[in-house]
């Protein structure tokens, strides 16, 4: 559970964690979580720009699994299309029906202290997690009094940055 302010590059954090747990094993899949599409479309862009060549990023996108708002919609599959990354809905069965999902090797929770909050959400989130084969990666804003009284899963190493250091060309 990897605590900080807003802005102090949680999310950064857990994308080299992704981008980590993907190379390191060609059979692993990951779940970005987050609140809005607008981040896990950057989350799926920013691992996808760091890996070379077309065969290779689409092999380890499709590896990667995105669930957003509205969740009732479901987990979505990241394909690259015409040089771009594209979002679609995980594939049904014939008949219809729900694909099961796949066990994670990680899954990480943006804004953990938003989507932990809300017991719908939690059970969303924690229904993709499989007992002894996926890691978490929870993320929390410590600003204000976000995240005071959130039911957070049991058992979790509580890590909180403290120092942030931006490293930059630009100003």
Partial sequence: HLRAPAGAGKTFVALHWVLDALQAE??????FVARNEALACFAASWLGKRVRGGR?????????HLLYEPFDEGVREVAVRDGCVVMKARDAAAGGEAVAA??????????????????VARSLVEGQVTAGCTRRLLLSDISQSLGRGVAYPEGLREVVLSEVVRCSKRI
């Avoid at 060609?26 to 779940?31: D, I």
Wanted: hydrophobic content about 45%; overall charge positive; glycine content about 0%.
């Fill in 56 to 64: 290779r990023r689409r092999e380890l996108l499709a590896r990667l």
């Fill in 26 to 31: 060609p059979s692993a899949r990951a779940l």
């Fill in 102 to 119: 796949p066990a994670y090797a990680l899954v990480v929770v943006d804004e953990a202290h938003h989507l932990y909050s809300d017991p």
